[in-house]
């Protein structure tokens, strides 16, 4: 089977797999990209068909996870929290319809002007990558104090660097004695299901649990569903307004440069930007929706492609989240060798459009005709517990693969600590993938390690 079929077979994979996950409120990107795209990775997938069904499982992800945040007011992941407001506002309304649509035509208008402005960016920056291969530790280690500021914890986060990092040493040393090799997998994977794994530990303590008991079922209203076209492809650009195209593709050229900045914040930030322009109640919600889902795509793209094209180091929050596999997969991927040395611009260019036009075919159209019954089944029918141990079983395959019984302990142990860390502490997944490449110059710093 030629490598450009393989690709396009995997991209219809991701795109109907994170179509499908996207529904599920509360799926966190990190959580379930990364062991989705290690396993791709791991079962032997050609590298450009593994970056085709990331791209597809990207667009995917972020077109439907606005169907509850629109129409429960739950936000589909952490990337939705900024919309929440807005999306209440027309909830108010009766249009909560009109809310996911201008959301998902959004998403796709971001995703278009993203993407080639991602790549011509990426070819300049490339000029530098040796400098950034030469000072990586320092740099990692300085980015982990940016970042580790700006996430919730704020301070709390920079002073648990230097702990963290220890940790993160202790522990790969030890199983660098046992298994004579290194399984930077499970520490992937680890802080990848961390705030998922802090919230079984949670439910499990007799203490804790009482933070997470409900009393009574949630109920949920949503409003009929009203179809204001013909046909099962609806046109992205009659949705959106002429005002609403030109804020959205603005926001989405400005953040498709931004990419070492916090996906959630510079999504929250030209929301706020472009809203505080626009008057009336319904136009200002339905344009900051619009936008924001559109940055929520740029951001994602260009945090993924700029830095794997030009420097082949994960020097960004989403390619410290749900892009790491790409970057580090051992031994398919290392950080010496991973899709930044084997893939050319134009792989980069072909099958990156083919993941994502085939995540769009996919989920834009799906998402505009069956938001609502999908919702509401699965809502009613699919159990968060059922999901939650589908990727924990996924995970258990993976770090036995790559460390036996050795590589499942580190994958849980860093989740039980990072998870914790993150939900009670504030330090975000982002900063601890962060401070897992910046430890070992840290350590060697400090303590000669």
């Known amino acids: 089977m030629s490598t450009l079929v393989i690709s396009i077979l995997l991209a219809v994979v ?3 797999l ?10 966190d990107e990190t959580a379930t990209m990364v062991p989705f795209t290690l396993l791709v990775i791991l079962l032997g997938a050609p590298p450009v068909a593994v970056f085709a069904f990331f791209m597809a499982a990207v667009i995917s992800k972020h077109l439907t996870h606005a169907a509850p945040t629109a129409l429960m007011g739950i936000p589909g992941d952490t990337m939705m929290v900024p919309l929440l407001d807005y999306t209440e506002t027309l909830r108010r309304l009766g249009v909560p319809h009109i809310a996911l649509r201008k959301m998902v035509s959004g998403g796709i208008l971001g995703a278009l002007i993203a993407f080639p402005l991602a790549l011509l960016f990426a070819q300049f920056l490339a000029q530098f990558a040796d400098f950034f291969k030469t000072y990586t530790g320092v740099i990692f280690a300085c980015a982990s104090v940016i970042i580790a500021y700006f996430s919730k914890g704020k301070w709390v ?11 993160i040493q202790a522990l790969d040393l030890i199983s660098l004695k046992v298994l004579d090799h290194q399984v930077a997998t499970c520490f992937f994977l680890g802080i990848a299901i961390g705030p998922m794994f802090s919230d079984i ?9 009482k933070s997470v008991v409900r009393t009574k079922q949630q109920t949920y209203n949503l409003a009929p569903e009203i179809k204001s076209w013909t046909g099962y492809f609806p046109n992205p650009f009659k949705i959106l307004t002429g005002k609403q195209k030109w804020y959205t593709s603005l926001s989405a050229a400005i953040t498709s440069a931004t990419f070492v900045f916090s996906p959630a914040g510079m999504t929250a930030l030209m929301g706020e930007l472009v809203g505080s322009r626009v008057k009336g109640t319904y136009r200002k919600a339905s344009t900051t929706l619009s936008v924001m889902n559109g940055v929520t795509e740029s ?8 830095p794997l094209i030009a420097f082949g180091l994960p020097l960004s929050p989403a390619s410290l989240g749900p892009g790491i596999a790409l970057f580090n997969a051992p031994p398919v991927f290392t950080k010496d060798h991973n899709l930044h040395h084997i893939m050319s611009g134009m792989d980069f260019f072909v099958y990156g459009l083919i993941g994502l036009v085939i995540g769009a075919l996919i989920a834009y159209p799906f998402i505009m005709n069956f938001s ?8 009613r029918y699919v159990s968060q517990e059922a999901i939650i141990g589908m990727f ?15 590589g499942i302990l580190v994958t849980f142990t860093v989740a039980a600590v990072g998870g914790l860390l993150n939900r009670i502490l504030g330090i975000s997944s982002g900063s601890q993938f962060m401070i897992y490449y ?3 110059w840290m350590m060697s710093a400090l303590i000669g390690l």
Request: net charge positive.
């Open 299 to 306: 951001t994602y793209i260009a945090e993924i492609i700029i």
């Open 157 to 167: 986060s920079v002073m648990m660097i230097i702990p963290f990092a220890f940790f």
């Open 372 to 379: 609502r019954s999908a919702t509401v089944f699965i809502m």
């Open 14 to 16: 991701g795109g109907v």
């Open 18 to 27: 994170f179509t499908l996950i996207g529904l599920v409120s509360g799926t």
């Open 438 to 440: 910046g430890s070992a």
């Open 392 to 406: 924990m079983g996924i995970v258990c395959v993976i770090s036995f693969y790559t460390g036996g019984i050795t």
């Open 201 to 209: 530990l949670v439910a499990l303590s007799a203490t804790a649990r």
